[in-house]
C-alpha cells in the first residue's frame, strides 16, 4: 500500500520495530507466535465512553505489507541488518490471525480491541500502524459523537480539512466524524474516496468579489438556485447581510417557486443573532430557510448556545473537532499478553509498572457486553479468558476492578461477544461493511449506553470487569514480579 505521496506504508513503523526484528530473526525467534492486545487507557475528555475506528485502515495496510527493493536498499545502507534478514523482508506478508472489535462499537479502557496472533517478527511489526490508524480515528469518532449528542438532532457537518494535521488528519479525520454521527463534511476527496458526503457553499471571498453583498447573492442565487445557502456575516448581518439574502431569496428563488433556501453564520453572537436573523425570515415569509452556524464550535459551546434559545438548524464544526482540540491524544497502546510454545501452550505476559494504570492484562482474552434483555441497555463489559464462556442464563457478579468494593449482581442478561475474526492465517475472513453502515451502527450502540454514561461532566463510570480466572492469573503473576495488589 503506498500513501498519498507514493511512501511505501510498511515502511511507516518506529525503527525499533525493524532493529528487534532483526534481533528476533538472528535469535531465532522470528517466527515465534506471541500474542498482542491494543487497548486504551483513558476516554479522552474524561468522558464515559469511545468509539472504534479505523479498521478498515488496518485491514487494508495488512492486506498489503511488502518490502520493496528500494526499501531493502535503505536498510541495507542502515549498516545493521543481516543480509539473511533483508532476505527474509523480501518474502513478507501478514500470515496470522487478527480479531477486532467492529468499527462504530464503543469501547471502554483496558479492554482488548484488537487482538494480534502472528509470529513475532510480524507481530511486532504492525504495532505503529495499528496504533496510527486506531488511535487518530477512534479520537476523532468520539470527539464527534460528543458534538453531535450535543447537536441534540441537528445536522453537523465536519468543516476542519484547513485545520486539520496532515492530509490524512483531514481525509480519515472525515471519515471517522462520520463515523461518529456527522452528516457529512467539507472535504472534497473524504467523499470522492469513503463516500463521506461533501458539502459547501461560499466564503467570504464569493462575497468580497463581487462590486456588492447582494450582487453576490444574486449571482450565487442564480448559478444554485436549489443549494442557495448565504454567507450572511461578511459585512453586518443583521443591518445587510440577512435583508440583503431576503431580497435575493425572494428575486431569483421565489419566481422558481422555491422555498428551501439557508443562511450561514460564521462569527458573533450565535445565540442572539440567530434569534434576530430567524425572525426576519420568517416576517419576510421565509420560514422554510435554515441557519447553519460555524466558528470554533465544541460540544460545550453548543450546548450553552442552544440553552440561551439559539435557532439553530444545522453547525459545521471545523478546528475543534477535527483536532479534537480539548483533548487531542487518544491513548492507545500495543501490548505482548502471551507467548506460544511449540507445542501450543501459551505462556501468559504481563507488564508491570510502578503506575497502576499501565499494568497489562495477561493472556490470550476475549471481550462479552452484557445487555439487559428487558431494556436493551448495555449494563457491562466483561473480559475472560478466551477459553471462557459466559452462561448467561445465570446470575453473574462483577465488579470494576479500580474499585473491587463496587459490585453488582448481573440478572436476566445476554452476552454478547465483541471482538470478531478479521484475519485467519494471514487472510481476510471479515465482511467490511459500508461506512453508512458502520454510522447506523453506532448511532444504534450509543443508544444502548445509559444517559449517566454519556453525560459530559462527571458520568457515570461503566463496568468493565475481569473474569475471576483471568484475575485469579494477574494477581498470581503480579505476586511472581514482586507486586501485589
Not at 145 to 166: H, P
Not at 450 to 474: G, T
Amino acid at each position: 500500500m503506498k500513501s498519498a505521496n507514493g511512501i511505501n506504508l510498511t515502511m511507516l513503523c518506529d525503527f525499533y520495530e525493524l532493529t528487534m526484528g532483526n534481533g528476533y530473526f538472528a535469535d531465532g525467534k522470528g517466527d515465534r507466535i506471541c500474542y498482542f492486545d491494543m487497548f486504551f487507557r483513558d476516554v479522552p475528555d474524561q468522558g464515559g465512553y469511545a468509539i472504534a475506528a479505523g479498521l478498515e485502515q488496518i485491514v487494508d495496510y495488512v492486506q498489503n505489507l511488502h518490502f520493496d527493493e528500494e526499501d531493502i536498499a535503505y536498510l541495507r545502507g542502515r549498516g545493521i541488518f543481516s543480509e539473511g534478514f533483508l532476505d527474509y523482508l523480501r518474502t513478507f506478508r501478514f500470515t496470522g490471525d487478527i480479531w477486532a472489535i467492529p468499527e462504530g462499537t464503543p469501547i471502554f479502557p483496558m479492554e482488548p480491541v484488537l487482538t494480534v496472533r502472528a509470529p513475532a517478527i510480524q507481530a511486532q511489526l504492525l504495532e505503529t500502524y495499528l496504533l496510527l490508524e486506531f488511535n487518530h480515528q477512534s479520537l476523532i469518532a468520539t470527539k464527534a459523537s460528543r458534538i453531535c449528542r450535543a447537536a441534540e438532532g441537528r445536522a453537523v457537518l465536519e468543516f476542519g480539512s484547513r485545520r486539520a494535521q496532515g492530509i490524512a488528519g483531514a481525509v480519515t479525520g472525515a471519515r471517522a466524524a462520520f463515523i461518529g454521527g456527522c452528516a457529512g463534511t467539507a472535504c472534497t476527496v473524504s467523499d470522492q474516496v469513503y463516500g463521506v458526503p461533501a458539502a459547501g457553499t461560499m466564503a467570504h471571498s464569493w462575497v468580497q468579489m463581487f462590486d456588492s453583498e447582494l450582487d453576490a447573492f444574486l449571482s450565487y442565487c442564480r448559478t444554485y438556485p436549489r443549494n442557495a445557502v448565504l454567507l450572511v456575516d461578511t459585512y453586518n448581518t443583521l443591518k445587510s447581510g440577512v435583508p440583503n439574502a431576503i431580497r435575493a431569496f425572494n428575486e431569483v428563488l421565489k419566481p422558481l417557486g422555491i422555498t428551501k433556501c439557508g443562511i450561514r453564520l460564521d462569527s458573533g453572537d450565535m445565540a442572539y443573532l440567530t434569534r434576530k436573523a430567524r425572525k426576519m425570515l420568517d416576517d419576510a415569509g421565509w420560514t422554510e430557510c435554515t441557519i447553519t452556524v460555524s466558528n470554533s464550535l465544541d460540544e460545550r459551546l453548543i450546548t450553552e448556545i442552544i440553552r440561551q434559545g439559539a435557532k439553530i438548524d444545522s453547525f459545521g464544526v471545523g478546528e475543534r473537532l477535527i483536532t479534537s482540540k480539548s483533548s487531542p491524544v487518544f491513548g492507545g497502546v500495543y501490548k505482548l499478553c502471551a507467548v506460544e510454545q511449540a507445542d501450543g501452550t501459551l505462556i501468559p505476559k504481563i507488564k508491570v509498572s510502578e503506575n497502576p494504570g499501565k499494568i497489562t492484562n495477561p493472556g490470550f482474552k476475549k471481550v462479552y457486553r452484557f445487555y439487559n434483555r428487558d431494556t436493551g441497555m448495555a449494563e457491562a463489559d466483561y473480559i475472560c479468558m478466551r477459553d471462557e464462556t459466559v452462561d448467561d442464563t445465570q446470575p453473574l457478579e462483577i465488579c470494576d476492578p479500580s474499585e473491587r468494593w463496587k459490585r453488582k449482581t448481573m440478572e436476566n442478561f445476554r452476552a454478547e461477544e465483541l471482538q470478531v475474526p478479521v484475519f485467519l492465517g494471514g487472510e481476510l475472513v471479515y465482511q467490511l461493511p459500508t461506512l453508512r453502515e458502520i454510522r447506523t451502527e453506532c448511532g444504534y450502540q450509543i443508544s444502548t449506553l445509559w444517559p449517566e454514561v454519556k453525560r459530559f461532566d462527571n458520568p457515570h463510570s461503566y463496568y468493565v470487569d475481569l473474569s475471576p480466572k483471568l484475575m485469579a492469573l494477574k494477581d498470581e503473576m503480579l505476586e511472581s514480579h514482586g507486586r501485589r495488589k
